[in-house]
């Protein structure tokens, strides 16, 4: 750069807000409140029973043509992708902490509830981006019976698709494809605890979905931020099934058995090279 060059910053990217220091703070604390609403990540412990209630305000908005005051302004609502995922994310970061309680039975059966209604119909096709935190929190609470249903009826709202003037073959790919992102999205989380009872899926879909979870638990090919001690899938834990990665409970007296080993394994989630313990010392 020269010493003629003048650095001036691109003018539709800098917006200047002046307030008085005199006059209300309203705008800059509702600004603040705002981000820390909207945040994607909590580093502290959400409340989760303000989690519950926003749920409804979250995962949907509504529509007004004139003003919210009045009922016959209100046009309609829809649903909303990022309320929904805030929400899951919120659920799943509070189980995880937990170590899979998840809260109280209420409280877990509530969450549940919300969920299941939430993920129906056309609904469930539109945010089938969310399936897999569906699938996470689900198998992070050991919730069976609601990962079964939302199984079940996904698929069936898979299975009333139609298009109109689309080939029949076309039709049937797209259902196709969707069913097998279903049950990758259900694999992805299902590699940290394949000692958990999968129902819902037909008995050879489950089969494939098992097959595929252990190749992703095999290959250290899922997401490790949701594990119970963060390293372990470094260690000859990662290759023994019936270990809940969730939630790793290691007893003192065998951490001696938990090993590196000097067979190399590469990484495709990191990229690293790491080793796999097989023998004692």
């Not at 309609?76 to 309320?83: A, H, L, V």
């Not at 039975?105 to 993920?119: G, P």
């Not at 129906?120 to 990962?147: H, M, N, P, Q």
């Not at 252990?214 to 019936?242: C, E, M, P």
């Amino acid at each position: 750069m020269s010493s003629n060059s003048i650095l001036s910053p691109t003018e539709e990217k800098v917006v200047l807000q002046h307030f008085y220091h005199g006059e209300s703070c309203a705008a800059i604390n509702q600004f603040i409140q705002n981000i820390d609403r909207q945040r994607s990540e909590f580093r502290f412990l959400p409340d989760e029973d303000l989690i519950d209630k926003e749920f409804d305000s979250d995962a949907f908005s509504l529509q007004y043509s004139d003003s919210i005051q009045k009922i016959r302004s209100l046009q309609g609502y829809k649903e909303d992708r990022f309320g929904a995922s805030k929400f899951l994310a919120s659920k799943i970061f509070m189980a995880s902490a937990e170590k899979g309680k998840g809260g109280t039975k209420d409280t877990k059966k509530r969450s549940s509830q919300q969920i299941l209604t939430f993920f129906k119909g056309r609904t469930a096709i539109d945010f089938c981006t969310l399936w897999e935190k569906v699938a996470t929190y689900f198998l992070i609470t050991e919730d069976r019976e609601s990962l079964r249903k939302f199984i079940k009826q996904t698929i069936q709202a898979i299975d009333r698709v139609t298009g109109k003037g689309i080939p029949d073959e076309w039709i049937s790919h797209y259902k196709d494809d969707l069913k097998k992102l279903l049950r990758l999205a259900v694999a992805t989380p299902y590699a940290l605890n394949l000692g958990f009872e999968l129902r819902g899926f037909s008995e050879s879909e489950t089969a494939i979905c098992k097959a595929e979870a252990k190749a992703f638990r095999q290959a250290n090919i899922f997401r490790h931020g949701l594990l119970g001690i963060k390293g372990i899938n470094y260690t000859n834990t990662l290759f023994v099934d019936s270990v809940n990665l969730f939630d790793v409970s290691v007893p003192l007296g065998e951490l001696d058995n938990i090993k590196m080993s000097a067979t190399s394994l590469t990484s495709p989630a990191h990229g690293c090279v790491t080793s796999i313990a097989t023998s004692s010392r």
